[in-house]
Structures are given as C-alpha cells and as structure tokens.
C-alpha cells in the first residue's frame, strides 16, 4: 500500500476519534471577544471543513491563552494532526511530545503517543519506530490503540524489506481490530505473504493460525513454486487448493496455472534436437559437427545400462528464417533440449528461452548465454584464449613486457583489446601495439614501428624530383647519375647503421596461419629473435609450418583439443573416431562430441521431469569429463574449462604441461 494510502487511514482514524471529543457548550462573549470555550468551537469548526491553516491559528491562539483549560491536550492533539498532514513531522511530534511531557494523565496520552510513533514511519526512520513500539504497547490498553499500533509495525516492516515480520504483526493487529478493520489488515497481510520466500510460506502453513489466511497462502506458495520453475511441487500445492478452497476467488487462476504446468511439461524426456548448417556456405562444419554427434550416440547407447536415445537433426542452412522454423519443428517434436546451432546461434538461442527449452550453443560470439537461462555455450572462445595465453606467459614463464601486432578488422581488435586486458590483469605490459592493414603482404611498416626504425620523412624534407630540371645533355646526366649513386651509398651506409629495439618478451600475432606464415619471418629479417610467438588457435594448423617452419619454431598458441593428447580418453576417442570416418578429428568434432554426451547423460538421468530440471542439472555439471577437457558451466551459462597449450617443434604440434 502506498505511503499516502497509510496516511490518510491512520488520519482519518485519529479524525474519527476526535469527532467524539466531546465539546464544550458556547457562551457567547462580547463582540470581538471570545472566550476558550468559544475559540475552540470556531477553530474546530474551521478543522471539520478542513481550512486546516485558519484551524491552526485559532488552535495555536487558544493554547497560548488557555493553556491550563481542560481542552489544551485535546488542542495540542489537533496542532499535531494538522502538522503531520502537511508533513511537517518534528513539528507535529513536539505537540505530541509536549502532551506527554504537560498533560500525562490526559485521556488522549494513548493517541499521541500512536500518532508520535507515526511521525517517525512517515520520515522513513524505520528503526527509531521498531525501537519504540514495544515501549508504547506497554503504556496502552485499548483495542484500537493496540491494533493500530500493530498496523503501523506491519507497514514498517514492509517498508524495511522485512515481509516475514510485517505478516507478524499483521496477525496480531487483526486479532485486536474491529470486523470493518479487518478487511484492510487482510489486504496489508496478502500483499505482505505475496512478497514471501517459499519456505516461510510453507512455515506458516504448517502452524495454522486463524489470524492468517490459510487459503492465500495455499495459493501463493503454488505460485511462488510455480514462478521457481519447482513444478512437481506447484501442481501439488495448486491441486490442494482448488479441492480445499472450490468457491475461493482464486480458483479458476489456480486451474489455469495447473493446465499451463502440465502442458509445459509434456517432452520426450529422451529426445534430443540438434540444429546444424548441413547446407550453404557452412555445409562443411555443419558435417563434422554431426559426425562427432553421430559418434556420441553410438558409444552412449553401446552402455547397456543407458536408456535409448533419439536425435532429431534439422539443417539450418546458416539461415536466420530456416533456423527458426527448423527451431518450431524440433519444439513440437517436443524435445527435451537443443544442441547447436553453429552460425544462427542468437536467433536460435533467443528463441529457445521463449520456449523454455534448455539449448546449448556452439558459437563464441559476446553475451550469448545472457539471452537467457535456457542458454547455454560450449565453445572456444577469445577470452578463454588470451586467458591461457597470459597466464602461461605471466605466471609460467614469468614474461612481463609484450608487443601485439594485430590486423586492423574486428578478429585483429578483439583479441588485441581482450589479450592487453588480461595482462594488465596479470601485472604484465604491453611495450609495443600496432596494426596492419588486412589485405596487405608487406608488413615491413607496422614492424619497423615496433623496434624503433620507422622514420617518417616531413613533407617539408621529401623530395620534389617533379620540380627539379632535365639535364640539358649527355655530360650533365652522367653527372647527376654519378652524384645519385654517391647519395645512395651514403644513405644505404646510414640505413645499415640503426638496430632494431626489441624491448619485448613476446610477441602476439591474432591472424590466420597463412598471414602469420608470412609475418613471422619478416620479423626474423628485422632481429625480432629469441622472443616467444603467440598466436591463436588458428594456429593450430599445418599449413603454418610449411610456409614458415623455421621461424615458427617454438610458437605458442590455445586450442580446445588436440587429437595428440597423451590423455587416454582423447586418444580412445580419435581412436574410434578414425576407424569410424577413416579421418581425424578437430575442435568441431571434439566440442559437438562432448556437448551431446553432456545432454545425453543429463536426460538420463532417473529424476528428470521437466526442461526446466535439465537446465539445472546443466548449472549443476561438476567438471564433465570429456575429450575437450573438464567442462562446466557459470552461472551464466557460460562454458569454463581449461584449454590445451600448444607448441611448434619441429614439424609437430606438441602439448605443454
């Protein structure tokens, strides 16, 4: 209930209360005179058609003058009401205050004391009304006062955030209140039930109290399990009360959230949809996501001990509008979950969570699993990368200065911005960052800037050849060429003088093999030696050896799984996966392979009821053992593990420990 609603209940009680006062017979004075009993009736008169300032004047002069009249409490009493419906707070609670100090065995001690308490409620000093209610209870014995004043503690409880005590005192005021009262305490103590954790509602209902209603708060602990997602619990809670409670208000809210219960919760609990790009432009991920899915559900149903398992596989096409419909058809076909897609992956994962379906995606593009609590990602992404990255160098090799030479589109920036991030995280720093352009070959420039041998000329100092003129004849040209090529090998002498500064331990290249294939050894003809390489998990490729495989010798990179992994598990899999497709398999294989073990393993499991129980579970993975590493899940629903760390000998990638 809003503060104003409060103010005006509380007032007008205090209002009715001081219609009974009784009043005092008028003897008409002299004119312009008027005595107490008089100028207590005009100001009262002036109160009851709420010209509260002239009531004011007339009650402030009538105290001035009369204050040892039997009326002065009683006029006290309504100098403190007409301050406290302007706000005016200190005010009215020195004329309550003065009552209790001048006049404490008047009859309306009890109401300035109540409407004292108020005072304090009204300028939001919660704590100043807790401390003083149980002082005041113990100086009162009338009803209303009591209830009243338990009113005002259930309101400052609520106001506080204390809902489980407002219901306290809510009961207890409702004991002491009057049959029109109760209504009001009734609705305050709903809106405060409303406002209850499941558990102090299930509290409550174990101790009946006919001061509580027992039948709102049935309905609000169905709710509460409802809003939780706690189905079993909600329908129970729901059914009892529809049967106990037939002609409640609340009934045909209860049958309607019961049918909606049930009907989310129908799924084939075994079924498991996957969407993936098995045409278009990324045909070739889509078929080897689906080997290592096809490869999951062998080995998962091989395990007699297992329940079957079904897959349905929809191809996206990399399309926005066929991924949304192949999403609808999966949702009919009733799915217990989602795995995929590859590209359409936000689109996909948006409308997931609309359906409550959980999904887990294989993107690494930024914020996908804060769409929802549906949504979930297992993928390599850029920040799990330079993580590894920095923490290997930083905290394993002990490097401290660092150089980035990045290319100048959106991959370059990411990583660029993420990888200095996380080494000033690390107590690291970056000495040196430049960029290149994409599309060029040469990058003789970027790296010049970063050893200190790029010189640009001013404008004022670069020739104008154009401007000079021809050589009349043959004599002056072979002149001028001579005087050239005296002037070139002076300038080539002072070329070969400078020498790069590498100031830096390591350096970290964000591009493609090919690209990097061909920065490295530019680097080598410039003396950036003896410095570590790091690149990205698009390093992770052969074809980065072939084009620079002397200069490469020693790189660093992150990748979410290697098929030479001394780990048994990674090697029975690329085992099985060989002698199954007669090819080896990468990251694609390897991160759809534990994806669809993770779910098939969790619709399996025997207490499983509702989507909602799967997503849980999903929350729940305590480091899923799988050939892409221990895997869990966030908070968010974003993927956490620990990613391989590779090294270029030889010919070879080879693991780090």
């Known amino acids: 209930m809003k503060p104003s609603h409060i103010i005006a209940i509380i007032l007008s009680a205090a209002l009715l209360i001081w219609a009974c006062v009784p009043k005092p017979d008028v003897v008409p004075g002299m004119p312009g005179e008027q005595n107490a009993d008089e100028l207590f009736s005009s100001a009262e008169k002036q109160f009851e058609v709420q010209s509260y300032d002239q009531a004011l004047v007339l009650y402030t002069e009538y105290f001035r003058r009369f204050a040892d009249k039997p009326m002065a409490a009683a006029v006290l009493m309504k100098i403190g009401i007409i301050h406290a419906l302007a706000g005016e707070y200190e005010k009215a609670r020195s004329a309550f205050q003065k009552i209790l100090s001048e006049y404490p065995d008047s009859s309306v001690v009890p109401d300035a004391l109540v409407e004292e308490l108020f005072t304090y409620y009204q300028q939001g000093r919660y704590q100043e009304v807790i401390d003083l209610a149980p002082e005041i209870l113990g100086q009162i014995d009338s009803r209303a006062h009591i209830s009243k004043t338990y009113m005002l503690m259930g309101d400052t409880f609520m106001a506080a955030g204390s809902p489980i005590d407002a219901v306290d005192y809510y009961a207890r005021s409702q004991r002491f209140a009057t049959e029109l009262e109760q209504q009001t305490i009734t609705e305050k103590l709903k809106e405060a039930i409303a406002h209850l954790e499941s558990a102090d509602i299930a509290v409550l209902l174990k101790h009946a109290d006919e001061s509580l209603p027992m039948d709102f708060l049935l309905f609000q602990l169905g709710l509460n399990y409802s809003m939780e997602e706690r ?8 059914t ?5 409670y037939p002609e409640h208000d609340n009934r045909m809210l209860a049958v309607s959230l019961i049918d909606e219960i049930k009907k989310n919760a129908v799924f084939n609990r075994f079924t498991v949809g996957c969407l993936l790009p098995l045409s278009g432009a990324y045909q070739s991920f ?10 999951a559900l062998a080995q998962f149903s091989s395990q007699n001990e297992n329940p079957p398992i079904n897959i349905i596989i929809r191809d996206t096409g990399a399309d926005p509008n066929k991924t949304v419909a192949a999403l609808n058809e999966l949702y009919h076909q009733q799915v217990a979950a989602i795995l995929g897609p590859i590209v359409t992956s936000e689109i996909a994962a948006r409308e997931a969570q609309l359906m409550g379906v959980p999904i887990i995606t294989l993107t690494q593009k930024d914020n996908i699993p804060e769409i929802g609590d549906n949504v979930f990602r297992n993928f390599i992404t850029p920040k799990m990368q330079v993580q590894a990255l920095a923490s290997f160098t930083v905290e394993s090799l002990g490097l401290n200065r660092f150089a980035i030479l990045y290319p100048d589109e959106t991959y370059g920036l990411t ?10 995280e690390l107590g690291g720093m970056v000495v040196g960052v430049e960029a290149y352009n994409p599309k060029q070959t040469d990058y003789t420039d970027p790296i010049k800037k970063l050893v200190g041998l790029y010189y640009e000329v001013p404008e004022d100092l670069k020739p104008i050849d154009d401007l000079a003129p021809e050589p009349a004849n043959e004599e002056e040209l072979k002149q001028a060429e001579a005087k050239d090529e005296e ?3 002076e300038e ?3 070329e070969e003088e400078p020498e790069s500064i590498v100031d830096f331990d390591a350096i970290f290249i964000p591009d493609s093999p090919g690209k990097a294939g061909q920065i490295v050894p530019q680097l080598a003809y410039f003396d950036i030696k003896d410095v570590y390489m790091l690149g990205t998990n698009l390093w992770h490729s052969d074809s980065l050896i072939k084009i620079a495989h002397q200069y490469v010798q020693g790189a660093v990179f992150p990748d979410g799984f290697f098929a030479g992994s001394a780990s048994p598990r990674v090697q029975k899999f690329v085992k099985s996966f060989e002698e199954t497709y007669e090819e080896t398999p990468g990251y694609i294989e390897a991160v759809v392979y534990d994806s669809a073990m993770i779910l098939f393993h969790v619709v399996s499991r025997p207490h499983i009821r509702f989507r ?3 997503r849980d579970e999903l929350l729940n993975l305590d480091n899923f053992q799988g050939v892409t590493g221990l895997t869990r899940f966030d908070e968010y629903g974003d993927v956490q593990k620990k990613l391989h760390l590779l090294r270029i000998k030889g010919k070879r990638f080879v693991e780090l420990e």
């Open 231 to 238: 189905y079993d619990d909600a329908l129970a809670k729901l």
């Open 240 to 244: 009892e009360f529809v049967i106990k």
């Open 286 to 295: 889509g078929q080897r996501a689906l080997k290592g899915i096809e490869l």
């Open 415 to 424: 990583f660029m911005n993420l990888f200095w991030d996380e080494l000033i």
């Open 487 to 489: 002037i070139g090998d």
């Open 492 to 494: 080539a002498q002072a």
């Open 612 to 614: 909602s129980e799967i």
